[in-house]
């Protein structure tokens, strides 16, 4: 397989030869963008606010291109010269190497500043969700759930930081990252996209990420500008399946789904991308209370928007709220958006067009869009350097630097869920037989958006990098596929094999997929891989359950079958390695979770749930009784808390001080999540049980105490009220902090 790998690039370089443009043609860095704006025809505006397919311009049929892929120059030409196309993406099932990527970059910017009128030049947008996408050689990361999963914000910005490297060293200036969607439904083929279902956590995370996309010059040659998604509300579709529609009151929209982009348009964060389908009702796309009432006037946003694929086309075939698509494009625009993802022809083009000569839309409407994207293309640099540098200027890219910090960063998010008895950490010695659909492929630790939309080609994976069977000791290790269990033969096979070993290590989890693809109508683990549990345990040898999975599946059936489980998420193209550091004990596991396993299909919960969900009052049940909660995980050693220290009983202005000592009472060297919890006991509006009100991730060595320090003002207690807005309400509040407890007053 490699081999192939090698000889796509090698026939892709010959047919299109490469090269590099260093000179620097029409800088303009001092560009003067309402001067600019003025010499532009309706044509040239409109042009602008479009965004194609790459295939769009290449040779073939969109999404059958001819092999190699290679821009024709006439289609190019029609799109840049003829219709002043001012953006391009690429979402096509192919991953280039660098000097490919180069080629069609420079290619593309030669055409835009030497051909067209105006010289503008194009920005190119990627989704480059874990580590640059669609490109060979690149360094992958964990999933973004997996990220939220090491609570570790410093190393989840150093892993924005060199995703946007690396993006940019293929030419390419703009990221469709990060998903700053609250994570609450496990059902949601995107949930691995999110960085969880805590607010405060998916705050902090997306701050972190975008702060290492954007770093403090857009212009540089090593950052990107981010893209917010989706605004709003995307995450929570009623039937849990993708783009179907979603019910959020105002109390809850502003509570819990507005705060991770308030807080990324506060850090400056340069563009959204609309959410794709309906909010209560109203298709967002065309909502105007939501894309210029909401996001520019009420939050301040003043980047660019960009609708998500086809979303336009989808008020008129999908939505059925637009009669015509010259409609959907009138509704579109007159909401607020600013750049259309056609993705495949020139309707957009002409339609809005056409409604701007009839006097429908203003020309003015235009020129608020127009400007916005202009002042992009200057923040990024684009009108000083269009081109890209040669891959000399990139010499981290792919380096054993970066693969190291994409190791650490899955060795801190995969999770220990089970150890009963201190079945691991294992001896290296010991012999193992690695089983499962998840042992032995790169896909299933990779997950979609994986140098592919779905990731599922295996063409694309980097041999070089181990899948979980690879990463441990080939000497002791036996594997067995378990994709035809159904043959006698494997099932003895694989019996006498569990045998012969002290441990089992079984891989299990879902192929992976996203959006629509991803669409689930249960949630329960397959029964074939839920058999292959109860026939290797019945060997009455250890068994170890491995869990390789985009979102949870439900595991209560097997979970007593399992000596140890551990949480692997999808950690990326380094998550054997680091799974195997784990499993041998070269590294104690920190991880904790960033949502609510459930235990039962019918009891989605969240941890911060309201007590009538705690209690069924009548029956005196519990109905809140997951398989393991939001934030836990275990640790190869053990964590002590004491000494919880509130700096005053009560809290009237300024801030309180909380303090709790953490004690690593165990022989091994740990990181602790310390995570910080408020629970307001009587409410206007009726609280919820706990709410995470801050956290810090601390490593301590054995017998070492660790002094973890919270500050808190009257703002971090409120919520939003009655009246839609954010209040704080005078009464008692409960501090927990690990196991220690304490309470204080607030007056107002």
């Given at each position: 397989m490699k081999q192939l790998q090698n000889n796509v690039v090698r026939k892709i370089k010959n047919s299109i030869g490469i090269f590099f443009i260093t000179t620097t043609l029409h800088a303009q860095s001092n560009v003067d963008i309402d001067a600019l704006l003025s010499k532009m025809t309706i044509e040239e505006k409109v042009g602008q606010m479009t965004q194609l397919n790459l295939d769009v311009v290449c040779e073939g049929g969109i999404y059958n291109l001819v092999e190699p892929h290679h821009i024709e120059p006439a289609k190019l030409h029609k799109a840049l010269v003829d219709y002043h196309v001012g953006s391009i993406l690429n979402c096509g099932g192919h991953a280039y190497g660098l000097d490919q990527w180069h080629t069609i970059i420079n290619t593309i910017q030669q055409v835009a500043t030497t051909e067209t009128r105006l010289k503008i030049p194009v920005i190119y947008g990627i989704d480059a969700i874990h580590g640059a996408n669609y490109t060979l050689g690149s360094t992958l990361f964990p999933?973004?759930?997996?990220?939220?999963?090491?609570?570790?914000?410093?190393?989840?910005?150093?892993?924005?930081?060199i995703t946007a490297y690396e993006v940019r060293a293929t030419g390419i200036p703009w990221n469709f990252s990060p998903v700053l969607d609250l994570g609450r439904d496990p059902r949601w083929s995107r949930l691995f996209e999110t960085y969880g279902e805590d607010v405060l956590l998916a705050t902090e995370m997306g701050l972190a990420t975008i702060e290492g996309y954007q770093g403090n010059n857009l212009a540089?040659?090593?950052?990107?500008?981010?893209?917010?998604?989706?605004?709003?509300?995307?995450?929570?579709?009623?039937?849990?399946?993708?783009?179907?529609?979603?019910?959020?009151?105002?109390?809850?929209?502003?509570?819990?789904?507005?705060?991770?982009?308030?807080?990324?348009?506060?850090?400056?964060?340069?563009?959204?991308?609309?959410?794709?389908?309906?909010?209560?009702?109203?298709?967002?796309?065309?909502?105007?209370?939501?894309?210029?009432?909401?996001?520019?006037?009420?939050?301040?946003?003043?980047?660019?928007?960009?609708?998500?694929?086809?979303?336009?086309?989808?008020?008129?075939?999908?939505?059925?709220?637009?009669?015509?698509?010259?409609?959907?494009?009138?509704?579109?625009?007159?909401?607020?958006?600013?750049?259309?993802?056609?993705?495949?022809?020139?309707?957009?083009?002409?339609?809005?067009?056409?409604l701007v000569k009839e006097g429908k839309i203003s020309e003015a409407r235009l020129d608020v869009s127009v400007k916005r994207i202009l002042e992009l293309k200057k923040q990024l640099g684009l009108f000083e350097q269009p081109f890209t540098p040669a891959n000399t200027d990139y010499k981290k890219f792919g380096s054993t630097e970066f693969a190291r910090a994409a190791q650490n960063m899955a060795e801190e998010s995969i999770t220990l869920l089970k150890n009963n008895n201190q079945v691991l950490p294992i001896q290296q010695s010991a012999k193992i037989l690695v089983t499962g659909p998840a042992a032995n492929s790169m896909t299933y630790l990779n997950g979609a958006w994986t140098r592919t939309w779905q990731g599922s080609d295996t063409i694309w994976n980097d041999q070089s990098k181990y899948t979980i069977r690879e990463a441990f000791n080939p000497a002791t290790t036996t594997f067995i596929a378990s994709d035809n269990m159904s043959d006698?033969?494997?099932?003895?096979?694989?019996?006498?094999?569990?045998?012969?070993?002290?441990?089992?290590?079984?891989?299990?989890?879902?192929?992976?997929?996203?959006?629509?693809?991803?669409?689930?109508?249960?949630?329960?683990?397959?029964?074939?891989?839920?058999?292959?549990?109860?026939?290797?345990?019945?060997?009455?040898?250890?068994?170890?359950?491995?869990?390789?999975?985009?979102?949870?599946l439900i595991v209560?059936?097997?979970?007593?079958?399992?000596?140890?489980?551990?949480?692997?998420?999808?950690?990326?193209?380094?998550?054997?390695?680091?799974?195997?550091?784990?499993?041998?004990?070269k590294v104690n596991p920190s991880g904790k979770l960033p949502f609510t396993y459930p235990r039962h299909e019918a009891s989605l919960l969240w941890y911060d749930h309201k007590h009538t969900e705690t209690l069924d009052q009548t029956f005196g049940r519990k109905a809140f009784n997951p398989q393991w909660e939001f934030g836990y995980g275990l640790s190869y050693t053990t964590f002590q808390y004491s000494n919880l220290k509130i700096s005053n009983d009560t809290l009237s202005t300024g801030n309180l001080q909380i303090s709790v000592d953490v004690t690593n009472t165990g022989t091994t060297t740990g990181k602790e999540v310390v995570q910080f919890y408020i629970a307001d006991r009587y409410a206007s509006i009726t609280p919820s049980v706990k709410r995470l009100r801050g956290f810090e991730k601390v490593e301590i060595k054995p017998g070492a105490t660790h002094i973890v320090t919270f500050t808190i003002s009257a703002k971090d207690l409120a919520f939003v009220g009655r009246d839609e807005k954010w209040i704080s309400e005078a009464g008692w509040f409960d501090i927990m902090l690990g196991s220690e407890k304490s309470s204080f007053y607030l007056s107002k």
């Open positions: 999933q973004p759930l997996a990220q939220a999963a090491s609570w570790n914000t410093d190393m989840v910005k150093r892993g924005g930081e540089d040659a090593y950052h990107v500008a981010a893209c917010m998604k989706h605004f709003l509300g995307y995450s929570m579709p009623r039937t849990g399946k993708d783009r179907t529609p979603v019910y959020i009151d105002e109390i809850q929209l502003r509570e819990y789904f507005l705060p991770t982009f308030q807080a990324a348009i506060n850090a400056g964060a340069a563009t959204v991308m609309v959410n794709s389908g309906e909010l209560n009702g109203i298709p967002v796309h065309a909502d105007k209370k939501i894309l210029t009432d909401l996001l520019r006037s009420e939050l301040g946003f003043k980047g660019v928007a960009v609708t998500d694929w086809e979303d336009i086309m989808k008020l008129n075939n999908i939505h059925m709220v637009a009669p015509t698509l010259k409609d959907a494009v009138y509704m579109a625009i007159d909401a607020g958006i600013d750049m259309c993802m056609v993705p495949n022809d020139y309707d957009f083009t002409i339609l809005l067009t056409e006698t033969d494997v099932r003895e096979k694989m019996f006498a094999a569990a045998k012969a070993s002290d441990v089992i290590i079984i891989c299990l989890g879902e192929k992976p997929s996203t959006e629509k693809v991803g669409d689930i109508d249960a949630l329960t683990m397959p029964d074939n891989q839920q058999q292959l549990v109860g026939l290797l345990k019945s060997t009455g040898k250890p068994v170890v359950l491995v869990l390789v999975e985009n979102r949870p209560n059936d097997i979970e007593p079958l399992c000596d140890a489980i551990v949480l692997a998420y999808e950690p990326g193209d380094y998550g054997g390695l680091a799974l195997a550091n784990i499993i041998y004990g």
